[in-house]
């Protein structure tokens, strides 16, 4: 776990090895201290270095441990960090690949840092819920000062080594061999003073008026934070660092680590991590999988339909390096999209500092030039008769063995694939507007699917730079399946006496970036309307007596409805659920003009309304989602709970610190939720969603398993279906 040998005579050097990042497991602490030891007592060795094997230096401690106490055994980061610091022969940490958590701290105890040019370092402890706490939030303020190191502790951000050079975390960077040129870095500060060299020694750099600056940041922190605890606990740390000696800066920093240690938000930060790795290893009901399934290279695709999502989607491909066909027949369109794709290309440069990508894209206004790609990505409205259309012209077009993807939110993938010869080489790719900037894409594929599209459509995600989910086909997929119920209680509470303001704030300070209400104003009230008239739902003036509130014996809200029919479009239109400056503008105000609708509306139906408080929103809202989420499971349209988490960390809003909705069922406790479900449904016998599906029933029955655990159940439950 821990390799050590002298070198060039005098260097003692320690190669931490523990695949697959050289994380700080207990067996390597135990090395590192033991080989340290061995290096200072040599009296052959003048000077220690210690890197990583394969390229990597080391990604900090190990999570794994965190999931339990009682693995937390070995020898303790800090001490152990503390000893290389106070070494009377120089260290100097040989930084590959990354330094990450632990791993930045261990190189932070080190006298001398030397970086590869294309290693990252950072200090990502926040994005666990955690703060650097083996020294991190002393040392690195009194290195960079404190500015600098708010920055990168309160967002956990990697930075190149260029950047580390320039604010003077890194000593020195390498082009070529870094553990050759960190040997004899070493060998050339052999016997000299380490006085200096001691960042815990350091005071922290200045700063003026830090009151000032301290308030300032933590403002911005609780504002972004959603109720995340841990930015605030790191800039807590941090102005530690700023006023105190750093004996007690480390005492703060321990206290507040306790905190964070042991909070939920930490389990479900940490949950989400791997969460994110468990979803790349992607499985069908078939039983094909992501081990077993090979892709073929994509030289060339193309994109049809240059609206909103298709330029997005245009983007994204291009930023790749692959080559792309960007088709729009409309001659407007056609010539509004090259503008906007050129410029969204330019911003794409500016923010990345990567080449731009012009030179990817040719365009086209016939469908015969996508003849020769090796994958179409069709991104025209979202009509089934238009689609439909566009996929038998594909089919006849494209060469044979060319993968028909779909940009679609809710349509039948399957209906899709079967106006193509090859219904097999179709899938469904749910793109989140903007399509070049949100991280999610659910990879849709149907029960012809092959494994080797999805392997082609999970690696193309990846190489988007998005969090990839392969789903069932079934309507609205996973995403939007969930989202429907959750959207009902919105409205079945406001026709019982809630306002949108009462339900978004509800929502919002459980942590979603935006509530139900701002959410359909964003997204547009008429998408939703369109839908409905065309499954024939909308009455005109939102129908009368008993039958008004309720469609195919369930129970219904034309709320919706009747805001479309006022022309309340939301931001659009400048007037939705809240009232804007101007059309388009996005500062949401509570419109008094709502008060008076919904008086007269339950009025109209004897609707008495009644004081709703913020945990039934939050039990309606959310219960019928997670339930929702269950029958996802139990049908079989989502591999796991972690493939829903997943889905709505990064499509939804979803505050990460809470772990993804279904690990937010098994937080509360499956007992509760199906309690609450069982309460509601009996109180609302005409919302058949909040009827506790079986699953949630049959995990309850088996005494709540853990999420990871739920699997077991979910097989079982299949199994007898
Ligand atoms: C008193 C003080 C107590 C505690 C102090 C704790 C401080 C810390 O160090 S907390 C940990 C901080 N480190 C991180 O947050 C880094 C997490 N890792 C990453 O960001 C990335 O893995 C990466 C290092 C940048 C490498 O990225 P990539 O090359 O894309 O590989 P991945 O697919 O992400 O990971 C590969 C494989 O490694 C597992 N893994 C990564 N880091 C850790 C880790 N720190 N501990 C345990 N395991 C780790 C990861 O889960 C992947 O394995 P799978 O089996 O595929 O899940």
């Given at each position: 776990m821990t390799q050590y040998s002298r070198v060039s005579g005098s260097v003692g050097l320690i190669t931490l090895k523990n695949p697959p990042v050289n994380q700080l497991s207990a067996v390597v602490r135990h090395g590192i201290v033991d080989t340290v030891q061995k290096a200072l007592s040599d009296p052959k060795v003048k000077s220690v270095v210690i890197c990583g094997q394969n390229g990597m230096f080391c990604g900090g401690a190990d999570?794994?441990?965190?999931?339990?106490?009682?693995?937390?055994?070995?020898?303790?980061?800090?001490?152990?960090?503390?000893?290389?610091?106070?070494?009377?022969?120089?260290?100097?940490?040989?930084i590959e690949g990354g330094a990450f958590g632990g791993g930045l701290e261990l190189a932070l105890g080190c006298h001398y840092r030397i970086a590869h040019s294309k290693a990252k370092v950072g200090l990502p402890e926040v994005t666990l819920g955690l703060l650097p706490a083996a020294g991190g939030s002393q040392?690195?303020?009194?290195?960079?000062?404190?500015?600098?190191?708010?920055?990168?502790?309160?967002?956990?951000?990697?930075?190149?080594?260029?950047?580390?050079?320039?604010?003077?975390?890194?000593?020195?960077v390498a082009d070529h061999n870094t553990v050759d040129a960190a040997v004899k870095f070493a060998l050339s500060v052999a016997g000299q003073s380490l006085d200096a060299r001691r960042i815990s020694n350091f005071q922290c750099p200045p700063v003026p008026n830090m009151d000032a600056l301290f308030e300032d940041v933590m403002q911005k922190v609780r504002t972004t934070a959603r109720g995340a605890i841990a930015p605030i606990a790191c800039v807590q740390a941090v102005r530690a660092a700023a006023t105190l000696p750093y004996t007690q800066g480390m005492q703060r920093e321990k206290e507040l680590m306790a905190t964070l240690f042991t909070s939920g938000q930490a389990r479900a930060l940490q949950y989400c991590f791997f969460a994110q790795r468990v979803?790349?290893?992607?499985?069908?009901?078939?039983?094909?999988?992501?081990?077993?399934?090979?892709?073929?290279?994509?030289?060339?695709?193309a994109v049809i339909g240059l609206g909103t999502m298709g330029r997005g989607i245009t983007v994204a491909l291009a930023q790749t390096g692959l080559s792309v066909v960007a088709v729009e027949t409309q001659e407007k369109q056609f010539m509004e999209a090259k503008k906007a794709v050129s410029n969204m290309l330019e911003r794409g440069a500016k923010r990345s500092g990567k080449p731009l990508a012009h030179g990817k894209i040719t365009y086209s206004q016939s469908l015969q030039a996508v003849a020769d790609v090796d994958l179409v990505i069709e991104a025209v409205f979202e009509d089934m008769g238009l689609k439909k259309k566009v996929f038998q012209q594909l089919s006849a077009v494209c060469k044979p063995g060319t993968f028909l993807c779909t940009n679609t939110s809710t349509l039948d993938v399957d209906e899709l694939a079967s106006q193509t010869h090859q219904p097999e080489l179709v899938v469904g790719m749910h793109f989140f507007a903007p399509a070049h900037i949100m991280k999610l894409l659910e990879v849709v594929y149907g029960p012809r699917s092959s494994p080797e599209l999805v392997a082609v459509v999970m690696e193309l995600g990846k190489k988007m730079g998005k969090v990839s989910v392969a789903v069932g086909n079934c309507r609205g997929f996973v995403g939007n399946r969930m989202l429907k119920p959750?959207?009902?209680?919105?409205?079945?509470?406001?026709?019982?006496?809630?306002?949108p303001q009462l339900i978004d704030q509800a929502l919002e300070e459980f942590g979603f970036a935006m509530g139900a209400f701002k959410v359909s104003d964003l997204s547009g009230l008429d998408v939703g309307w369109k839908v409905r008239k065309e499954e024939g739902l909308v009455q005109p003036g939102g129908g009368s007596g008993k039958s008004a509130r309720i469609r195919n014996g369930v129970r219904y809200s034309p709320l919706?409805?009747?805001?479309?029919?006022?022309?309340r479009f939301g931001q659009k239109t400048g007037r939705g659920w809240y009232q804007y400056d101007k059309p388009g503008s996005r500062d949401a105000r509570p419109d008094p003009w709502m008060h008076s609708f919904l008086e007269e509306y339950r009025a109209r139906h004897g609707l008495v309304a009644r004081r709703i408080s913020n945990q039934e929103v939050l039990?309606?809202?959310?219960?019928?989602m997670i339930n929702e989420g269950f029958r996802v499971l139990e049908d079989g349209i989502a591999a796991g709970p972690e493939d829903i988490d997943i889905i709505y960390v990064f499509g939804y809003g979803w505050p990460r610190h809470r772990g993804g909705p279904m690990f937010y069922a098994n937080m509360v406790g499956l007992e509760i939720v199906l309690e609450r479900l069982e309460h509601y449904a009996q109180a609302n016998p005409d919302m058949p969603t909040l009827q506790p599906c079986s699953l949630l029933r049959k995990l309850v029955a088996s005494g709540s398993p853990p999420v990871n655990k739920w699997k077991e159940v979910i097989k079982n439950v299949r199994s007898q279906l």
């Open positions: 999570i794994k441990e965190f999931q339990t106490l009682a693995n937390m055994r070995g020898p303790p980061l800090i001490p152990m960090i503390h000893s290389i610091e106070a070494a009377d022969k120089p260290v100097v940490a040989a040392r690195l303020p009194r290195l960079i000062g404190v500015p600098a190191a708010l920055s990168l502790i309160t967002t956990g951000r990697h930075i190149t080594a260029a950047e580390a050079l320039q604010l003077g975390l890194v000593d020195q979803v790349g290893r992607w499985s069908m009901p078939s039983g094909a999988r992501w081990d077993t399934s090979k892709g073929r290279p994509i030289h060339k695709a959750y959207r009902d209680q919105a409205y079945f509470l406001l026709e019982e006496g809630a306002t919706g409805d009747l805001m479309c029919e006022q022309g039990e309606r809202c959310l219960y019928a």
